[in-house]
């Protein structure tokens, strides 16, 4: 089964097996936003293994192993 490139590519896998994203919605439209809205779009977000089955995460993030 492919890997899907586009999503793989938003994500990142910390050294202890952690996935972070970005939150979505943040790409523009953003000045009429309030502040604490904007500042809450910059941090990322943990992706917990619990919410994905491990076919689910080959699918999406590939293969994930230490290495």
């Given at each position: 089964?492919k890997?899907?490139?586009?999503?793989?590519?938003?994500?990142?896998?910390?050294?202890?097996?952690?996935?972070?994203?970005?939150?979505?919605?943040?790409?523009?439209?953003?000045?009429?936003?309030?502040?604490?809205?904007?500042?809450?779009?910059?941090?990322?977000?943990?992706?917990?293994?619990?919410?994905?089955?491990?076919?689910?995460?080959?699918?999406?993030?590939?293969?994930i192993?230490?290495?």
């Amino acid at each position: 089964m492919k890997t899907n490139k586009s999503f793989s590519k938003r994500l990142k896998i910390t050294r202890k097996g952690k996935i972070i994203a970005r939150s979505p919605g943040q790409n523009h439209f953003n000045a009429k936003e309030k502040r604490s809205t904007q500042m809450g779009q910059n941090r990322s977000q943990n992706i917990s293994r619990l919410t994905m089955t491990p076919k689910v995460m080959q699918r999406y993030i590939g293969k994930i192993g230490k290495k």
